[in-house]
Nanobody, 121 residues
Framework: EVQLVESGGGAVQPGGSLRLSCAAS????????MSWVRQPPGKGREWVSA???????DYADSVKGRFTISKDNAKNTLFLQMDSLKPEETAVYYC???????????????WGQGTQVTVSS
């Protein structure tokens, strides 16, 4: 059974940091492109970042310079380090997997259940 389990969310003040984790199982993790996607309350899902099997990364313009995506293939775990968080980045953050680099932005195969991030003063 394919599973993606996010953790590390919580409440933080503006300017603070959080590190999200996604534990993957049931598929060949090191052959997938992995992404983080977020959904603010009342809005649609927004792609945040992706990393492919070779370690190449990409980011939405809104988070460049503040967020860092990484992975540990030996532990089948994806990470998202978020620094200088803004209130408008309050959202449920999802981990997702795709079988192609294109799919890492547009055509996901697997989704986790999400972890809540709340940025407020």
């Amino acid at each position: 059974e394919v599973q993606l389990v996010e953790s590390g969310g919580g409440a933080v003040q503006p300017g603070g940091s959080l590190r999200l984790s996604c534990a993957a199982s049931g598929f060949t993790f090191n052959r997938y492109a992995m992404s983080w996607v977020r959904q603010p309350p009342g809005k649609g899902r927004e792609w945040v970042s992706a990393i492919n099997g070779g370690g190449i990364t990409d980011y939405a313009d809104s988070v460049k310079g503040r967020f860092t995506i990484s992975k540990d293939n030996a532990k089948n775990t994806l990470f998202l380090q978020m620094d200088s968080l803004k209130p408008e980045e309050t959202a449920v953050y999802y981990c997702a997997g795709a079988t192609s680099w294109y799919g890492a932005r547009y055509a996901y195969d697997y989704w986790g259940q999400g972890t809540q991030v709340t940025v407020s003063s």
